[in-house]
């Protein structure tokens, strides 16, 4: 790696820097319009970080390296940090006076939708605030379908639903201009937020927080303007299955929506990991439902909607909470567990291993025990109608592989800073797949990770990264062949 595209990946950050100020406006304006003080602090970080921006986006002007792997891995990590970075001022700058460590993990948390937090009294934060937590899980979510659809197959780490849509064959191609693309993709993300604050507005929950919510639902981001999350509105069945329909969509391959919406392709959506997704989303809501009602004589609807809409916000990685699933009983929390793994599409807003992934898993695991019957047999690996090259087989087996290793590691390093078994486990699962809340009394879908040591919150930022960068375009630079020649 030579040092021009270092310069030219720290000028593409710095570029993306810039807008990202802009950004800190809309808080501040909204901040003044309702009268808190805390409009002066997004306006100053707004000028000092487009400034400092400006003056190393300059600094750093030159050649552009051509486009390769190792330039690509460089700037994927470039811009999330950044991101991570910048997202981070305002939560030191504002009224909350949040501490280096709690501002950069609320800014990781959100930029990689996480949604775990470490602010209480959201309830009567400063609108501002609660505004730029959802602004950076709205950005953070379109960063995440443009890294499924565009940086991954680039990267060779993953992507089936942009492999699904391109095509040797230029005719099948959805659009033939990468601008075209961006803009609908852009479009239909926009378009599902404001159908989601609509749908929630008409649920009757309150303007401000609706937009705020829409933004984390479709991100998946899990951020609420409430201490509580969705506790709130437990009693109120249409707001939570305006949320359970906006998750699920969330967690869809916009590329297959694209091809839906604009191109009018029915065909597209029997992806066949859209079906696996669904498949698992309904299985696991409808078991939990009947064993609320069977053990806990909760009414059967009121069961489905709780068991439906902690199980999908879960799944897609969203990690709201409509109730305290700690107390459910031992399957309950056991399908809650397993469900932390699984994630939506590729291409979505989620996080997890993600459905596509298991799909190729068990197609591997199918071809093998028939090889122990028929050795000679040669069998390929499928994707629907598809076989699946050699390339993104040893992808998703190395993805996993690395996944397990790094929360085996995880478990071991929060479990140094004191935390309990059960914290330790679920909350380096949680960041690693961007879920969110955890099991147990303090990282749970009542508490938060407000009073977890600094090690552990820089521990869990680490691992968020992780998990939302698909844990190998993380680890790819840190090893002497990224770096030599």
């Known amino acids: ?16 820097a810039i807008y990202l100020s802009v950004a800190m406006l809309i808080p501040a304006a909204v901040d003044l319009y ?27 002007q030159g050649r552009v390296p051509p486009a390769n792997t190792r330039f690509g891995f ?44 470490v602010i209480n009294g959201l309830d009567s934060a400063p609108p501002g605030i609660l505004l730029w937590r959802s602004l950076l899980s709205f950005m953070g979510g379109l960063g995440v379908i443009a890294l499924g659809l565009f940086l991954l197959p680039f990267l060779n780490i993953g992507g089936v639903s942009y492999f ?23 479009g239909i993300y926009t378009v599902l937020v404001v159908a989601c604050t609509i749908s929630y507005v008409a649920a009757g929950m309150d303007g401000f927080h609706a937009i705020n919510h829409a933004m984390s639902t479709v991100a998946t981001g899990g951020f609420s ?8 509105y437990a009693d109120n069945p249409a707001i939570l299955w305006t949320g359970i329909v906006f998750m699920f969509i969330g967690g869809l391959p916009f590329s297959i929506m694209i091809l839906f919406a604009v191109r009018g392709r029915l065909d597209a959506l029997r992806d066949p990991q859209i079906r696996v997704y669904a498949g698992y989303c309904i299985v696991f809501a409808v078991a939990v439902a009947i064993y609320l009602r069977v053990n806990m004589g909760m009414p ?16 897609t990685t969203a990690g709201f909470a409509s109730d305290d699933y700690n107390q459910w009983g031992p399957f309950a929390i056991g399908c809650i567990f397993v469900a932390t793994f699984l994630g939506g599409c590729s291409g979505s807003t989620t996080g997890g291993i993600k459905a596509y992934r298991f799909l190729i898993l068990f197609e591997l695991l199918s071809n093998g025990l028939r090889r122990l019957i028929y050795p000679n047999t040669v069998i390929p690996v499928r994707y629907g109608d598809r076989t699946v090259a050699p390339e993104m087989q040893s992808a998703v087996v190395l993805f996993i592989a690395s996944f397990m290793v790094l929360w085996a590691i995880t478990i071991v390093l929060l479990s140094a800073t004191g935390l309990d078994f059960i ?24 508490g938060n990770f407000s009073s977890l040591p600094d090690a552990a919150k820089w521990i869990c930022s680490a691992a ?17 062949t990224f770096w030599g020649r």
């Open 423 to 446: 914290t330790a486990v679920t909350g380096s699962l949680t960041s690693l797949t961007n879920v969110g809340p955890g099991l147990g009394p303090i990282i749970g879908p009542v």
């Open 464 to 480: 968020m990264l992780l998990g939302r960068l698909e844990i190998l375009a993380v680890l790819v630079i840190f090893t002497p």
């Open 34 to 60: 309702y009268g808190n003080d805390d409009w002066r602090s997004f306006a100053f970080t707004a000028l000092f970080m487009g400034g400092l921006s400006l003056a190393i986006a300059l600094a750093t």
């Open 74 to 117: 460089l700037l994927v990590n470039f811009l999330w940090i950044t991101l991570a970075i910048a997202g981070a001022v305002p939560f030191m700058t504002s009224s909350l006076g949040l501490s280096v460590t709690d501002s950069i993990f609320e800014s990781v948390s959100g930029v990689t939708t996480t949604g775990s937090t």
């Open 164 to 186: 699904k849509i391109e095509s040797s064959d230029i005719e099948d191609r959805p659009f033939e201009r990468f601008q075209t693309f961006t803009v609908s993709l852009i």
């Open 1 to 16: 790696m030579n040092r021009i595209a270092v310069r030219a990946a720290i000028h593409v950050a710095a570029v993306f």
């Open 225 to 232: 303007t409430h201490d509580t999350s969705f506790l709130r």
């Open 300 to 315: 059967f609807f009121n069961a489905l909607t709780h068991s439906t809409f902690n199980l999908m916000s879960i799944i």
